[in-house]
């Protein structure tokens, strides 16, 4: 199996596996300087898009060369960034907002969590070294719902909050939502719908393990030497009928019914796509 994984500190680069083998990584080598770090991983026609501290790069699949790349000053905290057509949807964490644009950077639609009661707005980024900050600095998040990610659904956007305990849809085109119910009361990381079986269920990312509906499933067989915690950070559809799970040692292949099929040892992943 052949992915790519994105690697939370301290080594905040983009890995390409082959069956639990590193190809390469981008950067070569762990960044020193945060301008460098990789938040996340996504695709985009095939391609594969490296969200950094503040712009979103397009790599071909092998990550031998870019392509493209946008800068945003919204992109602060990148949490998640996919395809939608032909631009992208970004959700940041740092700033808790969720934003369609396009690679000129011009924003055709965006989500603020402030403004529908979910935290304090982040008045930081009308700062004259807003853009030093956004490079380099650090912003205070106290109060903040956090914007975890962001999943597009034929029904809208799916954005989870984690530190706010809450699952959102939101409409494209109007600034509404609304709260979807989830079993569990907090460390939420990631939901989506998942319809590939009948009805659509919730499924996501847990501090305990994968979520599927009101089920909850530890992720046994998964530890490895990496540390204590075996949270899931991700949650991707795969396949006809799995799941890909980045979790804070390691990306597996688990079943509907919450097995894990295989294990992939890494350290800490945040995401991971395949091309």
Same mark, same amino acid.
């Given at each position: 199996m052949r992915f790519w994984a994105a690697y939370q500190e301290p080594l905040r680069q983009a890995a390409l596996v082959d069956d639990g083998r590193v190809i390469r990584t981008i950067p070569d080598h762990p960044p020193g300087t945060p301008m460098r770090w990789v938040c996340a991983v996504g695709s985009f026609d095939g391609d594969l898009l490296v969200g950094r501290r503040c712009d979103i790069q397009l790599w071909d699949k092998e990550g031998l060369a870019i392509k493209r790349s946008v800068y945003h000053p919204w992109i602060y905290m990148l949490h998640a960034v996919e395809q939608? %057509?032909? !631009?992208? =949807?970004?959700?940041?964490?740092? =700033?808790?907002?969720?934003? =369609?644009? +396009?690679? +000129?950077? @011009?924003?055709?639609? $965006?989500?603020?969590?402030?403004?529908?009661? /979910?935290?304090? @707005? @982040? +008045?930081c980024i009308d700062g004259n070294d807003w853009q030093r900050v956004q490079l380099f600095g650090v912003v205070d998040c106290v109060g903040s719902p956090h914007v975890n990610s962001a999943n597009i659904d034929e029904d809208g956007i799916v954005v989870t909050m984690l530190r706010? %305990?809450?699952?959102?849809?939101l409409n494209i085109g109007d600034r509404?939502?609304?709260?979807? $119910?989830? $079993?569990?009361? %907090?460390?939420?990381?990631?939901?989506? /719908?998942? !319809? @590939?079986?009948?009805?659509p269920v919730l499924v996501g990312g847990a501090e305990d393990g994968l979520v599927i509906g009101d089920s909850l499933f530890p992720l046994d067989g998964c530890q490895t030497g990496y540390g204590a915690h075996w949270y899931?950070? !991700?949650?991707?559809? /795969?396949?006809? +009928?799995? /799941? =890909?799970v980045s979790h804070e040692t390691g990306v597996a292949i688990m079943d509907r019914k919450g097995r894990v099929l295989n294990n992939f040892p890494l350290p800490r992943p945040f995401n991971a796509v395949v091309l």
């Open positions: 939608f %057509g032909d !631009r992208l =949807l970004a959700a940041c964490a740092g =700033l808790d907002v969720v934003f =369609l644009f +396009d690679w +000129d950077g @011009r924003v055709h639609w $965006s989500w603020h969590a402030y403004q529908n009661g /979910y935290g304090p @707005r @982040r +008045d706010a %305990g809450k699952v959102v849809l509404g939502l609304k709260e979807l $119910s989830v $079993s569990r009361a %907090g460390g939420m990381h990631d939901f989506k /719908y998942d !319809r @590939r079986f009948g009805a899931v950070k !991700r949650v991707k559809l /795969y396949e006809d +009928d799995k /799941y =890909l």
